[in-house]
């Protein structure tokens, strides 16, 4: 078991995996299950991690926790669902599927093919 820092309250402890404690972990746990509940109660709301922290009153490090750690989904600056965990399964799967196209004959897009006029 490796000793590691907690990334919540920097407190030492012991861990083959997560780098949050179990004192902190039960804490983001209950600050989770009222996020989703007001998600849930707010389905229209498109709020980003400092909107979601004050309409909950919790610290907006806490929602960045549960956001980067794939529990919550929120929207981004631009106005879009913060998808970086579906950017890079969709990456993986389509250099899978390119490198399939190359080494079996299957069809491979460009992404030139996506601007061209259809005759």
Request: one cysteine or more; glycine letters at 8%; charged letters at 35%.
């Amino acid at each position: 078991m490796n000793m590691v820092t907690c990334d919540r309250c920097s407190k030492l402890f012991g861990s083959p995996g997560p780098r949050i404690c179990p004192t902190c972990s039960k804490e983001l746990d209950r600050i989770y299950s009222r996020a989703r509940e007001y998600l849930r109660d707010h389905p229209q709301e498109r709020l980003n991690v400092h909107d979601l922290a004050e309409a909950l009153g919790e610290e907006s490090s806490d929602i960045d926790i549960l956001v980067s750690t794939g529990r919550i989904r929120l929207w981004g600056e631009d106005g879009r669902v913060d998808d970086a965990d579906d950017r890079a399964r969709l990456l993986k799967a389509f250099q899978k599927n390119l490198s399939k196209g190359n080494s079996q004959g299957g069809t491979v897009f460009h992404t030139a093919d996506r601007f061209r006029k259809k005759t």
